[in-house]
């Protein structure tokens, strides 16, 4: 970390500071809400979860060598000193804000209902070409999770990426509010979080809610091919850049040809510039996301050579549209999470590959009063694209199923246990197989069941 003082932080968060004052101007070394990532200086985050409270921590902590503690209730027998908030969620969102301005560099925030991970990691790989690039890593992409991101910034560091994700209103505003973006980058604007935002044009106020506190003198790129973020025509005085399929775009693609596990081959375009690309991903979705990172790259200056290079360094992470070949099948573990836009761009994907096409499929969570509607859509959608057997899992994955035997074979199973059992009577030797669903869904199970069968 940068130099960051206890007394900085008490100040940031307007807390009550305890213990000796020497301390005020120690430099804390990290921040960590886990005991067992501790180290030599650290300051601890006591928070109080669903199964473990923090509090009962901080001993142990001091023990390991943190040097202060963050917490809402004093400890019993303090070692070391600790600052006392009403709210250990709220003050670290203060301290991350106070602890970003000591960064003047480029942080691009990155937001949308599909893609924001994706798209991370591809302007990462792009801007690492030329920059020291600090990015979002995992899940820390919510509350928490982004001033814990922030926190991982250090004085080496030349860029930051940082992924924004939200489900309700106001959620974006106290992100922003830490990140203060200097570029903005939505992805799309979809079907999801619909219990708490109610449709795409909620979505798209709660996306843009980035806007309010985006640094001076910002840039924004979004998505063009999305109807809804098309209608974002200006913002402060701010044009956005668009980016996408269609020749209408700033930055757009032509000669688009998947080669699957070899790649995805296109000539990306702008400026009378054409950059023949191999985009090592399986989804043409993933050219879109190659735009944004080039957009985002020649915006700071970087030259052809290097956006490529970017572009073709790209890595999947995680559960994310990876293939796993085994002796049976081809496995697309993209069971990370799902919504409707996310299922059918992987169904999209699964078409292109040859022989017989299996999706394995469960339950999208958090779409409101219109979930049975999307969750038939998607079975529908999959019947269309010529799939051709549906394995629906999850009491709403029902609809999945009842959409998809309108059109191709498909069979459900209300529990991931069934369908386990019987998922090798199933399938065939050759077959690909997508399996996504939300995450709570556990469908990395049936991944590893597959991988082991």
Known sequence: MK?????????????????DEKYLDYPITSVERDSRQIKEGSLFLAIKGARVDGHDFIEKCYERGAVCALCEKPPQNPSKPYILVKSTLDAVKLIAEEYRKLFDIPVIGISGSVGKTSTKE?????????????????NLNNELGVPLTLFGLEEEHQAAVIEMGISDFGEMKRISKMVKPTICVITIIGSCHLENLGDRDGVLKAKTEMFENMADNAKIFLNGDDDKLRQVKEVKGIKPVY???????????ENIKNNLI????????????????????????????????????????????????????????????????????TIIDDCYNANPNSVKAAIETL??????????????KELG????????????????????????????????????????????????EDAEKQLLNVLEKGDTVLVKASHSMSFEKIVEFLKEN
């Not at 960051?4 to 500071?17: M, N």
């Not at 292109?352 to 394995?360: L, W």
């Not at 999945?400 to 459900?412: C, D, E, L, P, S």
């Open 3 to 19: 130099k960051f003082t206890l007394g900085q932080i008490t100040k940031a968060c307007g807390g009550k500071f305890t213990g």
């Open 122 to 138: 591809m302007i990462a790989s792009v801007l690492s070409q030329k920059f020291n690039v600090h990015k979002t890593s995992g």
């Open 243 to 253: 980016y996408g399929l269609d020749k209408s775009n700033d930055f757009y693609a």
């Open 262 to 329: 070899n790649g995805v081959d296109c000539t990306l375009c702008f400026d009378n510039t054409k950059l023949n690309v191999t985009i090592p991903a399986i989804g043409n979705y993933m050219v879109s996301n190659a735009l944004a990172a080039v957009a985002i790259g020649n915006a700071l200056g970087m030259t052809k050579e290097q956006l490529v290079s970017g572009v073709e360094s790209y890595k999947t992470v995680g559960s994310r549209a990876n293939v796993v070949n085994t002796e049976k099948y």
């Open 351 to 364: 078409a292109n590959f040859k022989g017989r096409r299996v999706a394995v499929l469960g339950d999208m």
């Open 369 to 416: 009063k219109t979930e049975k509607t999307l969750h038939y859509e998607v079975g529908q959608f999959a019947a269309e694209k010529k799939i051709d057997l549906v394995v629906a899992v999850g009491p709403l994955a029902k609809e999945i199923y009842n959409g998809a035997k309108t059109g191709t074979q498909a069979v459900y199973f209300e529990y991931l």
